[in-house]
C-alpha cells in the first residue's frame, strides 16, 4: 500500500478534466452547438442543401460530451488498489500534488467541501490550524497513513479533506491535551467525519426519484371531504422525508405494520413522554407506507395518514351532540375511503372534559373494539394511566407500544440529521460541540420535554445568540442562561473571575465576622464558577447554627446580592410554618394552586438562595422530603414534575444549640475544638437526625458578636442609613463617644445585632428625622451627631 | 488524450450506463401511470362512489338498488382504468421500442459525422 501521491494516477487526470468540463458553461456552451448544428442541419436539408447531413451528424459530438462529462466526469469512483492516490476525494486530488507539505495541507483543508465542514462544525478556526503548523511531522507519509486509518474507522468511501483535517490533528504530539484544551476528544473527530458523510449520503439519495404511486394510485380509495377539513394528512407532508431516529423507532415502526397488517384491533396507542420522537415515528410510518419501492404488505401500501386537529374539531361543533355528528361522519369517511389511518395526536383530548378537550370515548371504543378503522394514538404515560383509571375498557382495546426517549448517542445522531432543516429555517449554522452541549444542558434543565426533542428545542432557541451566523457551546449556554435565569457558563470574563475570587471580601462588607461560614460559601461559588462542582447536586448546602441576630439570614441576603443578581433572588421559607406532616403537601404543591410553595418558586427562579430559616422547627417529614434536596438537588412537585434545586445554594438556619455555642465562646473556647461534639450532642439529644445532618456539604457554627463585633456592625447600620438619605444629599456621622453610648445601650450577648438596629432606629434615626423637619440639616450638608444628642434622644 | 477516453467509455461503461438510465425512465412511466395498482383494483368500485355493501338484514330492494349502485361504480371504474391502462401500455410500448432503437444505435451515433459527410457527399437531401 502506497502512502505518496501519484501524478500519473488516471483518477488525477479524471479529476482535472472533471474541475475544467463539469461545470454550466460548458454545459450550456455545448447544447447551444448541439441546437444550432440541429437546427442548422435541417434548414439547409430544408432548402435541399445535402451539407446539412453533415451538420446534423457534428452534432452528435456535443451531445457525446454532455453525456460523457454527466454521466462519467461527475463522478469520480474509488481506484482499485489501496493505493493512497486510489483512496483520494476528487477535490483534494485537484489540490495534492508531490511536493505537497503539511504545512500545505493545512492550507489546502479549507479549499475542500469536507474540510471547511470539519473545520467550521468544530469551530476549528485557520488561525488554529496556523498555530499547529509548527509541530507538524516534516513529511506527509504519516498523515496520509493516519488518514487511511481514519478512513477505515469511519467507513467513508473517500479520503477527504474532514479526514485529512482529523489525519493532520492526530498527527500533533499531544493532540489528546490540545483537543482537550478545545473541549474535544478524539472521537468528536470521528463523529464529525461521519456526520458529513451522513448528509453528502442524504443529497446523493434526494436526487434519486421517488415512485409515490402515480396519478390512478388513489382511484380505488373514496373521498373525505369532512374529514380533510378537521385534519392534516402527514403522508403527504412527509412522503419525501427521510426522518432518522434511534434503531428502536424502526422497530416501533415494523410493530406498527404488523399491527395493521394482521386481523385484530386495528389500532395503536404510541405512548411516551413529549418529545420522545412519537409524532416522528408517525411521520417515517406515514413516509414508509407512500413509498413505492417499500417492502410493507400490500394491504397497507399507499394508506394515508390524516392527524385530527382537535382543537378545529371542537370549535366547529357548537355543542357535544353536533360534535358527535361530526366524528361520526367522519368516521364514516375513514371507513369508506378504505385507505385512511386515523392519527390522534394528544389522544386523551378526546377522552377527558376541558377546555380544548371533549370526552367521546363512547363513540371511539366501540370503533376500537370493531377492529374496522386503523387509529393511530400518540399520548403521555401520565394521561394514559389517568384514561386506564377511567376508563378500563378504551385502555383494553388499545394496542400500547412504548416510546423511550433516545440516548445521549441516539440524540446526537438525530440533531446531525436534523440540523441542515433547523440551519435552513434559522439562517445559521450549528457546531459540533453546540449539538453536544444541547444535550448536557437540556438534560439537565428541561424537565418536562424528552430526548430529543428537549435537544432540538435548545438549539432552536441558541439559534438567536448565535455568533456571526454560528451557534456554539456558548450560544447553547447564553440560551440557557436567558431563558431558565441560571448560570451554566464557566466564570469567563475578568469581572465574574474577579467577583469569585475577591467574594469574601464583598460579603465582609455588607458581614461582620463569621468567617468560617462566609469562607465555606464562597469556596462552594469558586467551585461552581470553575466548573468543577458535582453537576448533579445543589451549588452548596449549608447548616448555620448560631444564636439569633448573629448574621446568620443577613449573610444568606448578602450572598443574594453580591453573587445571585439581588437580594430579591432569595426564596425564604419560614420552617416554623411547616410543623405538621400535611405540611409537605404545601411544599410540593402545584404553582398554579400556591405559588408560593417551594417547588414553584424554584421553578420560576431556578438561580437563587434557598433560605430554610428555623428548620429545627419543620416536621420531621418535612425534614426527610428534603433529604432528597439536598442529596440530588431534585424534587418533584405534586404533579410528579423535576424541580431542579441544582442552581441554588441551600441555606438552613437553626437556633439549636445556641446556648451551649455561647457559652462555650463566652468560656474562651474556639468553635473547631469544639464543633464536632457540638454536633454530637444534636443528634443525641434528638434535635437532628444523623441522615439530615450528613446530607449538608458544611455545618457552619455562629460565633456571638462581642462588643468589637459590634462597633462594625453600628458602621453598617449608619452606612445604611446615609444609603437611605442619599437622595436628600443628607450623611449622618458619629462621634467615637456616641458610637461607644450606642453600643453601650445596644449589647446584648443573647439577641446578637437586633438590638442595635432597634436603637439606632430610636436615637440616630429620630435625630435625623428631626433636624430635616426643622431645617437644620440642608442638601450637601452632614450632620455630627455626639454623645450628649444620643443621651437626650 | 480526453476524445480517446471519451469513446473508449462510449463503447464500454457508457452503453451500460444508458441502458440503465433507460430502464429508469421506464419504471418512472410506469410508476406515473400507476400500472400494478390499475391491473390490482381494475373491477374494483371507482373512489368507492355507492361502494357501502347492504347487511344481512336489509330489505330486497334495497339490497338490489345498492348491487346496481355498485355495479355502475365498478363499470365506471373499469372503464377509467382500462383507457389509463392502454394509455400507459402504449407510451411504455412506445418508450420501449424507442429505448431498444436507442440502445442499437448507440455504437454508431459516434459515426454519426462520417454518415453525415457520406451522405452530403452523395448529395442526399430531403
Same mark, same amino acid.
Given at each position: 500500500?502506497?502512502?505518496?501521491?501519484?501524478?500519473?494516477?488516471?483518477?488525477?487526470?479524471?479529476?482535472?478534466?472533471?474541475?475544467?468540463?463539469?461545470?454550466?458553461?460548458?454545459?450550456?456552451?455545448?447544447? %447551444?452547438?448541439?441546437?444550432?448544428?440541429?437546427?442548422?442541419? +435541417?434548414?439547409? !436539408?430544408?432548402?435541399? =442543401? *445535402? #451539407?446539412?447531413?453533415? /451538420?446534423?451528424?457534428?452534432?452528435?459530438?456535443?451531445?457525446?460530451?454532455?453525456?460523457?462529462?454527466?454521466?462519467?466526469?461527475?463522478?469520480?469512483?474509488?481506484?482499485?488498489?489501496?493505493?493512497?492516490?486510489?483512496?483520494?476525494?476528487?477535490?483534494?486530488?485537484?489540490?495534492?500534488?508531490?511536493?505537497?507539505?503539511?504545512?500545505?495541507?493545512?492550507?489546502?483543508?479549507?479549499?475542500?467541501?469536507?474540510?471547511?465542514?470539519?473545520?467550521?462544525?468544530?469551530?476549528?478556526?485557520?488561525?488554529?490550524?496556523?498555530?499547529?503548523?509548527?509541530?507538524?511531522?516534516?513529511?506527509?507519509?504519516?498523515?496520509?497513513?493516519?488518514?487511511?486509518?481514519?478512513?477505515?474507522?469511519?467507513?467513508?468511501?473517500? %479520503?477527504?479533506?474532514?479526514?485529512?483535517?482529523?489525519?493532520? +490533528?492526530?498527527? !500533533?504530539?499531544?493532540? =489528546? *491535551? #490540545?483537543?482537550?484544551? /478545545?473541549?474535544?476528544?478524539?472521537?468528536?473527530?470521528?463523529?464529525?467525519?461521519?456526520?458529513?458523510?451522513?448528509?453528502?449520503?442524504?443529497?446523493?439519495?434526494?436526487?434519486?426519484?421517488?415512485?409515490?404511486?402515480?396519478?390512478?394510485?388513489?382511484?380505488?380509495?373514496?373521498?373525505?371531504?369532512?374529514?380533510?377539513?378537521?385534519?392534516?394528512?402527514?403522508?403527504?407532508?412527509?412522503?419525501?422525508?427521510?426522518?432518522?431516529?434511534?434503531?428502536?423507532?424502526?422497530?416501533?415502526?415494523?410493530?406498527?405494520?404488523?399491527?395493521?397488517?394482521?386481523?385484530?384491533?386495528?389500532?395503536?396507542?404510541?405512548?411516551?413522554?413529549?418529545?420522545?420522537?412519537?409524532?416522528?415515528?408517525?411521520?417515517?410510518?406515514?413516509?414508509?407506507?407512500?413509498?413505492?419501492?417499500?417492502?410493507?404488505?400490500?394491504?397497507?401500501?399507499?394508506?394515508? #395518514?390524516?392527524?385530527?386537529?382537535?382543537?378545529?374539531?371542537?370549535?366547529?361543533?357548537?355543542?357535544?351532540?353536533?360534535?358527535?355528528?361530526?366524528?361520526?361522519?367522519?368516521?364514516?369517511?375513514?371507513?369508506?375511503?378504505?385507505?385512511?389511518?386515523?392519527?390522534?395526536?394528544?389522544?386523551?383530548?378526546?377522552?377527558?372534559?376541558?377546555?380544548?378537550?371533549?370526552?367521546?370515548?363512547?363513540?371511539?371504543?366501540?370503533?376500537?373494539?370493531?377492529?374496522?378503522?386503523?387509529?393511530?394514538?400518540?399520548?403521555?404515560?401520565?394521561?394514559?394511566?389517568?384514561?386506564?383509571?377511567?376508563?378500563?375498557?378504551?385502555?383494553?382495546?388499545?394496542?400500547?407500544?412504548?416510546?423511550?426517549?433516545?440516548?445521549?448517542?441516539?440524540?446526537?445522531?438525530?440533531?446531525?440529521?436534523?440540523?441542515?432543516?433547523?440551519?435552513?429555517?434559522?439562517?445559521?449554522?450549528?457546531?459540533?460541540?453546540?449539538?453536544?452541549?444541547?444535550?448536557?444542558?437540556?438534560?439537565?434543565?428541561?424537565?418536562?420535554?424528552?430526548?430529543?426533542?428537549?435537544?432540538?428545542?435548545?438549539?432552536?432557541?441558541?439559534?438567536?445568540?448565535?455568533?456571526?451566523?454560528?451557534?456554539?457551546?456558548?450560544?447553547?449556554?447564553?440560551?440557557?442562561?436567558?431563558?431558565?435565569?441560571?448560570?451554566?457558563?464557566?466564570?469567563?470574563?475578568?469581572?465574574?473571575?474577579?467577583?469569585?475570587?475577591?467574594?469574601?471580601?464583598?460579603?465582609?462588607?455588607?458581614?461582620?465576622?463569621?468567617?468560617?461560614?462566609?469562607?465555606?460559601?464562597?469556596?462552594?461559588?469558586?467551585?461552581?464558577?470553575?466548573?468543577?462542582?458535582?453537576?448533579?447536586?445543589?451549588?452548596?448546602?449549608?447548616?448555620?447554627?448560631?444564636?439569633?441576630?448573629?448574621?446568620?439570614?443577613?449573610?444568606?441576603?448578602?450572598?443574594?446580592?453580591?453573587?445571585?443578581?439581588?437580594?430579591?433572588?432569595?426564596?425564604?421559607?419560614?420552617?416554623?410554618?411547616?410543623?405538621?406532616?400535611?405540611?409537605?403537601?404545601?411544599?410540593?404543591?402545584?404553582?398554579?394552586?400556591?405559588?408560593?410553595?417551594?417547588?414553584?418558586?424554584?421553578?420560576?427562579?431556578?438561580?437563587?438562595?434557598?433560605?430554610?430559616?428555623?428548620?429545627?422547627?419543620?416536621?420531621?417529614?418535612?425534614?426527610?422530603?428534603?433529604?432528597?434536596?439536598?442529596?440530588?438537588?431534585?424534587?418533584?412537585?405534586?404533579?410528579?414534575?423535576?424541580?431542579?434545586?441544582?442552581?441554588?445554594?441551600?441555606?438552613?438556619?437553626?437556633?439549636?444549640?445556641?446556648?451551649?455555642?455561647?457559652?462555650?465562646?463566652?468560656?474562651?473556647?474556639?468553635?473547631?475544638?469544639?464543633?464536632?461534639?457540638?454536633?454530637?450532642?444534636?443528634?443525641?439529644?434528638?434535635?437532628?437526625?444523623?441522615?439530615?445532618?450528613?446530607?449538608?456539604?458544611?455545618?457552619?457554627?455562629?460565633?456571638?458578636?462581642?462588643?468589637?463585633?459590634?462597633?462594625?456592625?453600628?458602621?453598617?447600620?449608619?452606612?445604611?442609613?446615609?444609603?437611605?438619605?442619599?437622595?436628600?444629599?443628607?450623611?449622618?456621622?458619629?462621634?467615637?463617644?456616641?458610637?461607644?453610648?450606642?453600643?453601650?445601650?445596644?449589647?446584648?450577648?443573647?439577641?446578637?445585632?437586633?438590638?442595635?438596629?432597634?436603637?439606632?432606629?430610636?436615637?440616630?434615626?429620630?435625630?435625623?428625622?428631626?433636624?430635616?423637619?426643622?431645617?437644620?440639616?440642608?442638601?450637601?450638608?452632614?450632620?455630627?451627631?455626639?454623645?450628649?444628642?444620643?443621651?437626650?434622644? | 488524450?480526453?476524445?480517446?477516453?471519451?469513446?473508449?467509455?462510449?463503447?464500454?461503461?457508457?452503453?451500460?450506463?444508458?441502458?440503465?438510465?433507460?430502464?429508469?425512465?421506464?419504471?418512472?412511466?410506469?410508476?406515473?401511470?400507476?400500472?400494478?395498482?390499475?391491473?390490482?383494483?381494475?373491477?374494483?368500485?371507482?373512489?368507492?362512489?355507492?361502494?357501502?355493501?347492504?347487511?344481512?338484514?336489509?330489505?330486497?330492494?334495497?339490497?338490489?338498488?345498492?348491487?346496481?349502485?355498485?355495479?355502475?361504480?365498478?363499470?365506471?371504474?373499469?372503464?377509467?382504468?382500462?383507457?389509463?391502462?392502454?394509455?400507459?401500455?402504449?407510451?411504455?410500448?412506445?418508450?420501449?421500442?424507442?429505448?431498444?432503437?436507442?440502445?442499437?444505435?448507440?455504437?454508431?451515433?459516434?459515426?454519426?459525422?462520417?454518415?453525415?459527410?457520406?451522405?452530403?457527399?452523395?448529395?442526399?437531401?430531403?
Amino acid at each position: 500500500m502506497n502512502n505518496t501521491f501519484d501524478p500519473k494516477n488516471p483518477r488525477v487526470r479524471h479529476a482535472h478534466q472533471k474541475h475544467a468540463l463539469n461545470n454550466p458553461a460548458v454545459i450550456i456552451f455545448n447544447f %447551444i452547438i448541439l441546437i444550432a448544428l440541429l437546427i442548422g442541419g +435541417i434548414a439547409l !436539408l430544408f432548402f435541399k =442543401e *445535402s #451539407i446539412g447531413w453533415t /451538420l446534423i451528424g457534428f452534432s452528435t459530438f456535443p451531445l457525446i460530451l454532455i453525456f460523457w462529462i454527466k454521466n462519467y466526469l461527475a463522478t469520480v469512483p474509488v481506484g482499485k488498489s489501496q493505493d493512497f492516490t486510489d483512496l483520494i476525494s476528487p477535490d483534494l486530488l485537484l489540490l495534492l500534488n508531490t511536493k505537497t507539505t503539511p504545512t500545505d495541507l493545512v492550507k489546502i483543508l479549507p479549499k475542500t467541501r469536507s474540510g471547511s465542514f470539519f473545520m467550521t462544525r468544530l469551530a476549528l478556526t485557520i488561525p488554529f490550524f496556523e498555530q499547529i503548523t509548527p509541530n507538524l511531522p516534516d513529511s506527509t507519509e504519516s498523515i496520509y497513513n493516519t488518514a487511511r486509518t481514519i478512513r477505515e474507522q469511519t467507513k467513508s468511501e473517500t %479520503i477527504n479533506g474532514a479526514i485529512i483535517a482529523a489525519s493532520i +490533528i492526530q498527527n !500533533l504530539p499531544n493532540y =489528546e *491535551s #490540545i483537543l482537550s484544551q /478545545l473541549k474535544l476528544n478524539p472521537e468528536d473527530l470521528y463523529q464529525v467525519i461521519n456526520w458529513f458523510n451522513h448528509l453528502n449520503g442524504t443529497i446523493r439519495d434526494s436526487k434519486k426519484p421517488v415512485h409515490t404511486g402515480g396519478i390512478a394510485r388513489d382511484f380505488a380509495f373514496g373521498y373525505t371531504p369532512t374529514l380533510q377539513r378537521f385534519a392534516i394528512n402527514l403522508s403527504v407532508r412527509f412522503s419525501n422525508v427521510q426522518k432518522v431516529g434511534p434503531a428502536e423507532n424502526q422497530t416501533i415502526i415494523n410493530q406498527i405494520i404488523n399491527t395493521f397488517s394482521q386481523g385484530g384491533r386495528q389500532n395503536v396507542a404510541l405512548v411516551g413522554a413529549y418529545g420522545s420522537g412519537r409524532s416522528s415515528i408517525v411521520q417515517s410510518f406515514a413516509e414508509t407506507l407512500m413509498n413505492a419501492d417499500s417492502s410493507v404488505p400490500q394491504n397497507l401500501k399507499y394508506r394515508q #395518514i390524516y392527524s385530527l386537529d382537535a382543537p378545529s374539531l371542537i370549535s366547529a361543533a357548537t355543542n357535544q351532540g353536533e360534535l358527535e355528528y361530526l366524528m361520526i361522519k367522519i368516521l364514516n369517511e375513514i371507513y369508506s375511503a378504505k385507505n385512511i389511518i386515523l392519527c390522534l395526536d394528544n389522544a386523551h383530548l378526546f377522552f377527558e372534559e376541558g377546555p380544548g378537550s371533549v370526552d367521546i370515548a363512547n363513540l371511539l371504543v366501540p370503533v376500537l373494539e370493531a377492529g374496522r378503522i386503523r387509529i393511530i394514538m400518540i399520548m403521555d404515560d401520565q394521561k394514559f394511566l389517568e384514561i386506564s383509571a377511567k376508563n378500563s375498557a378504551l385502555a383494553n382495546s388499545l394496542n400500547k407500544i412504548i416510546v423511550n426517549p433516545s440516548n445521549a448517542e441516539e440524540t446526537i445522531k438525530i440533531l446531525m440529521d436534523q440540523a441542515p432543516y433547523l440551519e435552513h429555517q434559522k439562517n445559521v449554522v450549528y457546531s459540533y460541540q453546540a449539538l453536544l452541549e444541547a444535550y448536557r444542558l437540556g438534560k439537565q434543565y428541561i424537565h418536562d420535554v424528552e430526548m430529543p426533542g428537549c435537544a432540538k428545542l435548545v438549539l432552536e432557541s441558541a439559534s438567536s445568540y448565535s455568533d456571526r451566523g454560528l451557534v456554539t457551546a456558548t450560544s447553547v449556554q447564553t440560551a440557557i442562561e436567558k431563558s431558565y435565569g441560571v448560570k451554566v457558563k464557566v466564570a469567563d470574563t475578568e469581572e465574574d473571575r474577579g467577583k469569585l475570587l475577591n467574594l469574601e471580601e464583598l460579603i465582609h462588607a455588607r458581614m461582620i465576622d463569621q468567617v468560617e461560614a462566609v469562607s465555606a460559601i464562597s469556596n462552594a461559588l469558586r467551585r461552581a464558577g470553575a466548573g468543577v462542582k458535582n453537576q448533579n447536586r445543589p451549588i452548596g448546602t449549608f447548616l448555620f447554627l448560631g444564636p439569633t441576630g448573629v448574621g446568620k439570614t443577613e449573610l444568606a441576603k448578602t450572598l443574594s446580592e453580591v453573587y445571585f443578581n439581588g437580594e430579591d433572588n432569595i426564596i425564604r421559607l419560614d420552617m416554623n410554618e411547616f410543623v405538621s406532616p400535611n405540611d409537605v403537601n404545601r411544599l410540593i404543591k402545584d404553582g398554579a394552586s400556591d405559588p408560593l410553595s417551594l417547588t414553584a418558586q424554584v421553578m420560576k427562579q431556578p438561580f437563587a438562595v434557598v433560605l430554610l430559616d428555623e428548620i429545627e422547627k419543620a416536621h420531621p417529614s418535612v425534614l426527610t422530603t428534603l433529604l432528597q434536596v439536598l442529596d440530588e438537588g431534585i424534587l418533584r412537585d405534586e404533579k410528579n414534575r423535576e424541580v431542579s434545586f441544582r442552581d441554588t445554594i441551600i441555606i438552613c438556619t437553626s437556633n439549636a444549640g445556641a446556648n451551649t455555642i455561647r457559652e462555650k465562646i463566652i468560656a474562651g473556647e474556639k468553635i473547631n475544638d469544639f464543633k464536632e461534639a457540638f454536633i454530637e450532642s444534636l443528634i443525641s439529644s434528638n434535635e437532628f437526625k444523623p441522615e439530615f445532618l450528613n446530607r449538608f456539604d458544611e455545618i457552619c457554627l455562629f460565633k456571638p458578636l462581642s462588643k468589637e463585633d459590634l462597633i462594625g456592625v453600628l458602621d453598617l447600620i449608619i452606612a445604611s442609613t446615609n444609603k437611605t438619605l442619599e437622595p436628600q444629599k443628607i450623611s449622618v456621622t458619629l462621634t467615637p463617644e456616641a458610637k461607644q453610648v450606642l453600643i453601650d445601650k445596644g449589647y446584648d450577648p443573647k439577641m446578637g445585632a437586633r438590638p442595635m438596629r432597634r436603637i439606632v432606629q430610636k436615637t440616630v434615626e429620630n435625630i435625623v428625622a428631626a433636624s430635616i423637619l426643622s431645617g437644620a440639616a440642608q442638601p450637601g450638608s452632614t450632620l455630627t451627631i455626639t454623645e450628649n444628642e444620643i443621651n437626650v434622644s | 488524450m480526453a476524445i480517446a477516453e471519451m469513446f473508449l467509455w462510449w463503447y464500454a461503461h457508457g452503453w451500460s450506463v444508458f441502458i440503465k438510465k433507460l430502464r429508469g425512465h421506464l419504471t418512472n412511466i410506469i410508476d406515473f401511470f400507476s400500472m400494478s395498482s390499475l391491473v390490482r383494483t381494475l373491477f374494483q368500485p371507482f373512489r368507492q362512489i355507492s361502494a357501502e355493501t347492504a347487511s344481512a338484514d336489509s330489505s330486497l330492494e334495497l339490497k338490489f338498488h345498492m348491487f346496481v349502485d355498485r355495479l355502475v361504480s365498478r363499470i365506471v371504474g373499469f372503464f377509467s382504468r382500462l383507457i389509463l391502462l392502454i394509455t400507459g401500455t402504449i407510451i411504455i410500448v412506445l418508450g420501449g421500442i424507442i429505448s431498444l432503437i436507442l440502445i442499437i444505435l448507440w455504437p454508431i451515433i459516434p459515426f454519426a459525422p462520417i454518415i453525415g459527410i457520406i451522405l452530403t457527399i452523395v448529395g442526399v437531401t430531403l
